[in-house]
């Protein structure tokens, strides 16, 4: 069993950057690849990164690659989604997700989510 809790959401103006966290319950985070989803008012959630357990492989949407980082500290039980020249469009509730098999999570699917914390980009 896996739980998560994110943090770092918040309203900024276009341009700048915001770093999310997501902190991990458990002895055995280690083992898990991690993941960001991101859902908008009206939309589907959408996939936004993932990184293996140990973090020696990454994956990003289309929309966020060059511009977002994923990483994680297995000695702190976190993941991190670091934010640059953030746009009005990614405005949404971030969701930290968790499963044994990190290829999965590109795939969209995953076996344990955070509440999610809201991300508000003005223009």
């Known amino acids: 069993q896996v739980q998560l809790v994110e943090s770092g959401g918040g309203l900024v103006q276009a341009g700048v950057s915001l770093r999310l966290s997501c902190a991990a319950s458990g002895r055995t985070f280690s083992s898990y690849g991690m993941g960001w989803f991101r859902q908008a008012p009206g939309k589907e959630r959408e996939f936004v990164a993932a990184?293996?357990?140990?973090?020696?492989?990454?994956y990003y949407a289309d929309s966020v690659k060059g511009r977002f980082t994923i990483s994680r500290d297995n000695g702190k039980n976190t993941v991190y989604l670091q934010m640059n020249s953030l746009k009005p469009e990614d405005t949404a509730v971030y969701y930290c997700?968790?499963?044994?098999?990190?290829?999965?999570?590109?795939?969209?699917?995953?076996?344990?989510w955070g509440q999610g914390t809201q991300v508000t980009v003005s223009s």
């Open positions: 997700t968790a499963d044994l098999r990190w290829n999965r999570i590109v795939g969209g699917g995953y076996d344990y």
């Open positions: 990184i293996s357990w140990s973090g020696g492989n990454t």
